[in-house]
């Protein structure tokens, strides 16, 4: 059986035809493509450089396995050391070239191959012939190894005396233009006449492609005129390729002279030919000249193929041409002309930019009857927004149908579009649906995504979720969203929401921690709710953390929050926090609540806590709130709590504060009949010093108690005061008596 230069290792089943191996050489010089046209046409075989063709023979499948074939799996499970080596040779006693052959060709790497080609050459195995020299180069090329591949065909080859040829330069050439390594493409195809190796149409049509790839179009020029004066006469495939350079360079006139050389050398174009011309026409937007070329083909009995089908519908979208398009899509359809993906990729962008939504819509049923799945994906994403656009909701969701049917991989966008749409159109059933897909097979979650679902996607999902008793299913959304790198607040305060109305603040609270921790905003509705919701379940104490929460991140509270948390944290016993909170009211200026200011001031006087109650009562006068003093000082004389109506008098005095005069004979009463005569000796003291004397009734019973205490200058003091023999006592000794009284 033949073998060819690129075939794999064969292997006879006698129940399958004889396998015919493909060309391993992938420049064509028949058919070159137009420039901007993916669809590659292969080469004739008379254009690849192979080797001599060798008989291997065939064996049934039930014997053993070959040697070639267990040499390459040895190579592919084992490093390389003498020991690899030496099991080679114990399987193959003498290397033909057949076999070597074999071996490069079913190694299953380039640094496998070369190891063995170099190892059966020095090890003095086997001496390289051209076939298994031009191999080992065409391996390398094809894997960018090119140093390997350019040492063994300058400086190993010539070194054994091997007759090097010009198809191994040809692969070589090629292998560098394919790697866009111009500089040395051309020191090779120069290396070529150094060494005295005839460079023919087949070596300057690889050399016009290399270099021409990378838009060396005067150096196109330069070779092309030095091939006519060489006497290499050019071909078609030379022409395809200059005329398809020109264009891809943007040299019009150019391409022109060289089409007109190309027909007076008596050349006659091809199907190849008149597709780049049309391509390369098309673009430079010249549609009236592409169109009389493709009718020229046609006159020439030349049948168009999908290409040139594929390369009008290109150029007559780009100029807006719908209508001619259509009509030539007709016309392709009528001719028998199998359309192909190209086809389709052509089509729909084009439609979907003309407003053609119907059109669209048949060209895509078609598609998918033929099961033809297009090379841009990116198309069903304009299908799907261009039909939403258009109102056709359910049509754009057959879009996503037609995908899964061409097994083409959805992509959150796509998604993100309808569920938008559904959402906007209040169709929200079907948007939880395309939700619930969307969450199931973690589509957002897919690595290399072309289309990430936008803001206006997924915000009104999770809101109506939200809303409607699901925010489970919206945590589990927004939190695939995260993995993306989504941080966005509206998603986020809706959750906060949704969990507060569903009565679970703790959920809602990790979410706000969450925001805190990646410095996403937080909204005062979302605080307000969260505090309510605890206040609701009887947690003031977290209710008060989350309104910490609140005011840190620079919201202020409504006036009947504040009286929430406070009348709850009140009536749960906490007063001291409750405390707090009034403090932070009165701090944002908030003048309001009174009543319940003064039941917590009044609870902190009496709990003991007297310090703090002042420090309240003074930040309260301050503010422009005077509290209920008379009223307070009251309740503390009949409460009994003397020591807190003594500092609350001492302080009220201190500030110059006006009571009822009634109150000063209230608390020294509570101070007389609770013992505490030096307590009250220096309170009148200091009435007398603010007030002037006072006609306190019971100042006889404290003179009197004074003096059985033992207390006699005290008693004589306040008798003369009574008597007015003096308004008060020396100041620095009743600064002492009052300081030995407290």
Known sequence: MPLLSNSKLLRWKPSLPPFIPKPSFPFSTSNAQPLSEPEPEP????????????????????????PESIICRMMANRAWTTRLQNSIRSIVPRFDPSLVFNVLDGAKSPDHALQFYR?????GLFTHDRDTTLKMIQILGSYSKLNHARCILLEDAPKRGAVVDEDMFVVLIDSYGR?????????????????????????????FKAILKRGRYMMAKRYYNLMLREGVEPTRNTYNILLWGMFLSMKLDTAV?????????????????????????????????????????????ILPDVISYNTMLKGYFAVGQVDDALKLYEELKGVGIKSNAITFTTLLPGLCDAGKIAEAQNVLGEMVEKYIAPKDNTIFMKLITCQCNAGDLDAAAGVLKAMIRLRIPTEAGHYGILIENFCKADIYDKAVKLLDKLIEKNIILRPKSTFEIEASAYNPMIQYLCDNGQTVKAE????????????????????IRGHSKEGNPDSALEILTIMGRREVPRDADSYKLLIECYLRKGEPADAKTALDGMLENGHIPESSLY????????????VQTSSRVMKSMVEKGVKEHMDLVSKIL??????????????????????????DIDRLLSVLCEKKKTIAALKLLDFVLERDHVLDVSMYDKVLDALVAAGKTLN?????????????????????????????????????VLSRMMKGKTQSPPKREGKKQASAAI
């Open 476 to 495: 589990t959304f927004l939190r695939q969203l995260m993995k993306k790198g989504v941080l966005d607040s509206v998603a986020f305060n809706n959750l």
């Open 119 to 123: 190892w059966v050459e020095r090890a």
């Open 43 to 66: 080469l004739p075989p008379q254009t690849q450089p192979q080797p001599t063709q060798r008989t291997v023979s065939t064996r049934p499948q039930n014997q053993q396995e070959n």
């Open 179 to 207: 790697s866009g390594i111009v500089q040395e493409t051309v020191k090779i195809f120069q290396k070529m006449k150094e060494l005295g190796v005839e460079r023919t149409v087949k070596s300057y049509d690889t050399f």
């Open 680 to 716: 009250a000796y220096s309170m009148v003291c200091k009435i007398v010093e603010k007030r002037g004397a006072t006609d306190w009734s019971s100042r006889y019973e404290l003179i009197q108690s004074l003096n059985q205490e033992g207390n006699t200058k005290q008693a004589d």
């Open 563 to 574: 009286r929430s948390v406070m009348e709850s944290l009140f009536e749960d016993g906490r």
């Open 257 to 301: 002279r060289l089409y007109g050389d190309m027909k007076n050398r008596g050349i006659v174009p091809d199907v190849v030919t008149y597709n780049t011309l049309i391509n390369g026409y098309h673009r430079f937007k010249k549609v009236e000249e592409a169109e009389k070329l493709f009718v020229e083909m046609k006159g020439n009995d």
């Open 602 to 627: 009044e609870a902190l006087l009496i709990r003991g806590h007297v310090e703090e109650a002042i420090g309240r009562i003074d930040l309260l006068m301050h503010s422009g709130c005077e509290p």
